[in-house]
């Protein structure tokens, strides 16, 4: 094998990617994010010694945030990136050192070869780079719990990235992500002791999710119930694309009154719900779907686009040179956009691209309505609850996660259509586009899809059961009328899986397929423990899932 990767649903022939990553990540950058992790163990082991010692490491927690990021499923392809990453990381790792032997707390015996390997070449990186990925633990259930720990953790980076860049940190959270990826490296940990590591991972992940929901709606307020445009306008534009709310802020404050309309792709659609942005005129809709078919929509657009996170597709040349990059998005010979030292950016470049452009071609015409986070909707609880109480809602459910290219994902829209008219779908992340489009209607002017954001703000599907089981009077959440039909994608997916797992959530029903890395014996666990399950045919499953 020239690589082995199975973090995303689409791992190849569903056991794993060997010669080329599905989603055009090259086996040399695999291998490279493999040996970039094995460091970022390293690193923890003395990181995690110092916070045990009370300690901070701010620098190295920001470093380890942002390196799990830039490793997560669609966010960079660049080998010359991770090749600079891991010299950095090295030296992060020697200056954590140094500390630890200052402050008396070095560990001195039984280290992981990640906390005590160094190379100088690239040449070195590659030759150590294949021997460090997953396949290391020979034992198959180990792997599998160890994986499920690490693609939680990357999870939990994401959104602690997205904290942390609008002022918000949890110690707590950067304490656990430590001691988890110091855990991974640790060969004497049983399968028992891990599996108590994959329930707390769950905990934290709640934890950092709740910090993002706490960034986000503070700085731009609690999401509102919205109409969005997803026509086009006769104005040039910039397609702005990812998760990241703060790049959407600085571009329309640098955009406005330059002429140039702001649309949003794929995840960016919710930042249309938040009360700050609702006064920038130029912030035109919505245009196209989820991340998958950009090498469409993005041809079409004619103007320049932004990528602020993960989701993106290795571009084609119809588009390249309209495509920018930022924050830990990259890719060969494409522009990136760097942080200033003040922690802003300048998009100035990418605006007077945008003027020199035409405006884009219409992809359809209409409206999607959305911003049922957890304050809108506990805004409507007591609608919800006697719409339950008299019958007209059966059932809730939740929908959440991610979109892909598979066929199979048409289930989905299937699913979705066929429900019953007494049904409602709460939803987070761009697995709605497989159905948020759909004219399903309403029940006493609840409508029948309610959009709560991002994926990142699945939080808000969590708080709304539980306060719905408040609402009730219910001891236990699984009592509530809310079934869990979700589709998954990458590892963020994975995080929001065991956060639900963690509050306790069971007979969750995950599609299209399960995840490549739960070993049978790790999947007979999830299944008797929590009552974890795939999905058949959309009949059948609607038949289960009201009954």
């Not at 990136?336 to 884009?360: L, Q």
Request: hydrophobic content about 40%; overall charge negative.
């Amino acid at each position: 094998m020239n690589m082995f990767c199975y973090q995303c649903q689409e791992a190849a022939k569903g056991t794993g990617c060997t010669l080329r990553g599905v989603c055009g990540k090259t086996n040399d950058v695999s291998n490279l994010q493999d040996l970039l992790i094995y460091v970022l163990k390293g690193i923890s082991i003395y990181g995690m010694r110092l916070k045990n010692a009370g300690i901070n490491t701010p620098e190295a927690d920001n470093f380890i945030v942002e390196s799990l990021f830039a490793t997560v499923t669609n966010v960079n392809f660049d080998r010359e990136y991770f090749i600079e990453r891991i010299k950095q990381a090295l030296n992060v790792r020697e200056q954590l050192k140094e500390q630890a032997i200052q402050a008396g707390v070095e560990p001195d015996e039984n280290l992981h070869d990640s906390a005590v390997w160094t190379a100088e070449t690239a040449e070195d990186f590659e030759a150590k780079a294949k021997s460090v990925g997953i396949l290391a633990d020979d034992n198959e259930d180990i792997r599998s719990l160890k994986s499920i720990i690490l693609y939680g953790v990357k999870g939990m980076a994401a959104y602690a990235y997205h904290a942390h860049v609008l002022g918000y940190d949890d110690q707590e959270v950067y304490h656990f992500m430590q001691k988890a990826l110091a855990a991974t490296a640790d060969s004497s940990l049983n399968s028992d002791e891990l599996l108590a590591l994959v329930m707390e991972t769950g905990k934290y992940a709640v934890q950092t999710m709740a910090l993002l929901d706490k960034a986000n709606t503070s700085t731009y307020g609690n999401p509102e119930i919205t109409r969005v445009n997803i026509g086009v306008r006769n104005n040039p534009g910039i397609l702005i694309s990812g998760h990241d709310l703060k790049d959407m802020e600085e571009l329309l404050k640098q955009t406005e009154g330059t002429g140039v309309d702001v649309y949003t792709h794929g995840e960016m659609l919710p930042a249309h719900y938040y009360p700050a942005f609702k006064k920038y005129e130029h912030f035109a809709g919505n245009y196209g779907n989820a991340w998958w078919k950009q090498d469409k929509e993005f041809q079409s657009f004619n103007g320049p686009i932004l990528m602020t996170t993960n989701c993106l597709v290795p571009p084609k040349d119809s588009y390249k040179d309209r495509l920018y990059t930022t924050g830990v998005v990259g890719f060969p010979g494409i522009k990136h956009i760097p942080v200033k030292e003040d922690g802003t950016k300048d998009f100035t470049e990418i605006i007077e691209h945008a003027r020199r452009c035409a405006p884009p071609e219409e992809l359809e015409r209409g409206e999607i309505v959305g911003g049922f986070a957890h304050s809108t909707v506990l805004g409507l609880a007591d609608k919800v609850v006697e719409a339950v109480k008299s019958g007209k809602i059966k059932k809730f459910l939740v929908m959440a996660g991610c979109d892909g290219r598979m066929k199979s994902r048409e289930y989905y829209t299937e699913f979705a259509k066929k429900l019953p008219q007494d049904t409602v779908i709460l939803t987070a992340g761009c697995a709605k586009y497989r159905y948020n489009k759909l004219n399903l209607g309403d029940i006493d002017g609840i409508p029948r899809v309610l959009d709560a954001g991002q994926c990142n703000d699945s939080y808000s599907l969590a708080i709304i059961a539980l306060k719905l089981k408040e609402a009730f009077g219910l001891e236990d959440i699984n009592e509530l009328p809310i079934a869990y039909n979700i589709a998954w994608y990458e590892q963020k997916a994975v995080t929001v899986l065991l956060a639900l797992l963690y509050l306790g959530v069971k007979n969750i029903h995950l599609g299209p397929s399960l995840p490549a890395f739960l070993s049978p014996n790790v999947a007979n666990v999830l299944v008797d423990k929590f009552g974890i399950g795939g999905i058949s045919n959309v009949d059948d499953d609607i038949k289960a899932f009201t009954a």
